[in-house]
Antibody, heavy 121, light 110 residues
Framework: QITLKESGPTLVKPTQTLTLTCTFS??????????VGWIRQPPGKALEWLAL???????RYSPSLKSRLTITKDTSKNQVVLTMTNMDPVDTATYSC?????????????WGQGTLVTVSS | QSVLTQPPSASGTPGQRVTISCSGS????????VNWYQQLPGTAPKLLIY???QRPSGVPDRFSGSKSGTSASLAISGLQSEDEADYYC???????????FGGGTKLTVL
């Protein structure tokens, strides 16, 4: 079955760079149509899509955060890494990774449990 | 401000039918399919409806989705207490070249 799990720091200081890793199993990111996305949710607020990477290394970013985000994949390790630069307290949120298949339009059908990242000095 | 607009709250009594709307534009809902997610308190979102009106395996047929023009709707019939959750719509946006979510609707079962 498909599982995803996020890992990374729980606390970062303002201006620092956040690096999060999504480790998954049950699918391959080299399979046509498959993608892994990152979504965040500030406490008590709505979901916000951040970035997506596809099997063919096509990458998409939220326009409002594009300058701060980088998404990469390591197919051999079944991992997707998201980096976000210049962190600010408003970036405090639960960060989640999720699987999707755009060839059959599944939406984000499998999600990790999410990891809470707090930005504070 | 979310690209897709949802009412912040909705409510109903057990057994009732409720609908949650999601309003977008020609670059997202009109051009692409809509997905819906249910988020129970303290848990990760769960895919509820995909491709406008398809239910993943295990989702009760009390949940249904529809789309018309630049709007989409999620309907829940035979409302149950365990349906109390936040619900989000989502679609691809051709202009933004990425995924957009609605602001979420908090459903209360009275």
């Amino acid at each position: 079955q498909i599982t995803l799990k996020e890992s990374g720091p729980t606390l970062v200081k303002p201006t620092q760079t956040l690096t999060l890793t999504c480790t998954f199993s049950g699918f391959s990111l080299s399979t046509s149509g498959v993608g892994v996305g990152w979504i965040r949710q500030p406490p008590g607020k709505a979901l916000e899509w951040l970035a997506l990477i596809y099997w063919d290394d096509d990458k998409r970013y939220s326009p409002s955060l594009k300058s701060r985000l980088t998404i990469t994949k390591d197919t051999s390790k079944n991992q997707v890494v998201l980096t976000m630069t210049n962190m600010d307290p408003v970036d405090t949120a639960t960060y989640s990774c999720a699987h999707r298949r755009d060839d059959i339009l599944t939406g984000f059908d499998y999600w990790g449990q999410g990891t809470l990242v707090t930005v504070s000095s | 401000q979310s690209v897709l607009t949802q009412p912040p709250s909705a409510s109903g009594t057990p057994g009732q039918r409720v609908t949650i709307s999601c309003s977008g534009s020609s670059s997202n809902i009109r051009s692409n399919t809509v997905n819906w997610y249910q988020q129970l308190p303290g848990t990760a979102p769960k895919l509820l409806i995909y491709t406008n009106n398809q239910r993943p395996s295990g989702v009760p047929d009390r949940f249904s989705g529809s789309k018309s023009g630049t709007s989409a709707s999620l309907a829940i019939s035979g409302l149950q207490s365990e349906d109390e959750a936040d619900y989000y719509c989502e679609a691809w946006d051709d202009s933004l070249n990425g995924v957009v979510f609605g602001g979420g609707t908090k459903l209360t079962v009275l």
